[in-house]
């Protein structure tokens, strides 16, 4: 993947909005008819084929006025209680704008641990995958009701890379007050454009400034953070202005912008952290029929494991051995210790009489298994 990459092209798209885009920061308002041409470029990615996911900020700057809260700096839960007016505000803009373009709108609010925690990053992954099955257009911002200072993200262009990375997008738009990065502050004279990175040194990030705005807490600095967890997930990432009707329409008609390129697909990018970076937890040893089912590209199914040892949970990361003791896999885990030896050897369509509940049919999922040497 290069920055050759059109964002018309891709096949699973993060948009990152800020809350100065969103929201006028004199009235406090809904910035109504920006919404509505954003819609209608969303409208047009999923019409060629995009998955679209978006992360919104505006939750704060649309309750803090609705409260009385005129200052800058608001205290933790001063800041709470404006999200939580703001948030059901911006989950009706967001139903409102999309539904104008015959989209469903999904809220998903998540926090720091619902992608650091294994268990619970499954089960956000899970469920924006589900919505993006259906045809839905998850809203995600971060849950600023019950976040504290120590877990919060403090800016959504990091909680944006991260959900880049959970459900494997390809690219991370992400809409600014500036239309990229530049070498010093734009506004000082002699500032040069940056439109292409393919490395985060330290030139670059000594390239990156503060933000101008009174209620978004990223900057350029937090945006080349975002950048580099995007890349390093596959992703590539582009900065553009939003302060322009049909944002994205521009980028795609060749806007002024900033690419960051990854040196990986997603799905490249996320095999080599299953097999270089993860210690395996556990180990499964199947039979010679899931050893070849295996090595065309399947899943694991509970049918083919002979047996089950370590001590590992739900998303940790297991060695796969074959017949002859050899590990020839290693992947991500659908269940843990107990639940995996209970239905070891037996029929997917058994799991639910097992268990007590329907779970995944695969044991691993084949996006979630790197074969050995490769």
């Known amino acids: 993947m290069s920055h050759t990459l059109k964002i018309e092209t891709a096949k699973r798209i993060v948009v990152k909005i800020g809350s100065s885009l969103l929201v006028d920061m004199q009235s406090g308002k809904l910035r109504e008819d920006w919404l509505n041409s954003l819609s209608a470029d969303i409208a047009d990615l999923k019409r060629g084929g995009a998955d679209i996911a978006i992360v919104s900020s505006g939750a704060i700057a649309l309750g803090r006025r609705v409260l009385g ?6 205290k933790l839960e001063e800041s709470q209680a404006a999200a939580a007016v703001g948030q059901v505000a911006l989950a009706h803009a967001w139903q409102k704008a999309l539904a104008s373009e015959q989209m469903i709108a999904a809220q998903v609010l998540l926090t720091l641990n619902d992608t650091e925690e294994r268990r619970r990053y499954l089960n956000a992954r899970s469920t924006i995958a589900a919505l993006l099955a259906r045809g839905a257009v998850p809203v995600i911002n971060e849950n600023d009701t ?3 200072s120590e877990i919060r993200y403090g800016d959504n262009d990091r909680l944006a890379a991260r959900v880049a990375s959970m459900i494997s997008a390809d690219c991370l738009v992400v809409l600014s007050d500036v239309d990229g990065l530049y070498t010093k502050s734009p506004e000082d004279s002699g500032a040069q ?16 400034g503060q933000s101008s705005t009174d209620v978004g807490t990223g900057g350029m600095e937090t945006k080349v953070k975002a950048a ?8 590539a990432m582009v900065i553009a202005s939003g302060r322009v009707p049909n944002p994205i329409r521009q980028v795609i008609d060749g806007a002024r912008c900033t690419w960051f ?11 080599r952290w299953i097999a270089g970076t993860l210690d395996p937890l556990g180990r499964l040893k199947v039979d010679d029929g899931a050893s070849k089912a295996l090595s065309s590209g399947r899943s694991l199914l509970p049918a083919g494991v002979v047996s089950v040892e370590g001590r590992f949970a739900k998303g940790d990361a297991v060695a796969i051995l074959n017949s002859a003791n050899e590990e020839i896999a290693r992947g991500l885990v659908a269940y843990d210790v107990e639940e995996a030896s209970k239905i070891a050897g037996r029929k ?3 799991i639910e009489d097992i268990l007590g509940y329907r779970g995944r049919d695969e044991l691993i999922h084949r996006d979630d298994l790197v074969l050995k040497g490769t």
Request: hydrophobic share 45%; net charge positive; glycine share 8%.
């Open 348 to 350: 997917s369509a058994e």
């Open 146 to 148: 019950v976040a504290t």
């Open 228 to 235: 580099r967890i995007a890349m390093n997930a596959g992703a």
């Open 261 to 271: 390129q990854p040196g990986a697909s997603p799905a490249a990018a996320r095999k």
């Open 69 to 74: 809260f005129k200052q800058t700096r608001m």
């Open 193 to 208: 454009h940056i439109g292409l990175v393919t490395e985060i040194t330290s030139a670059i990030t000594g390239m990156a």
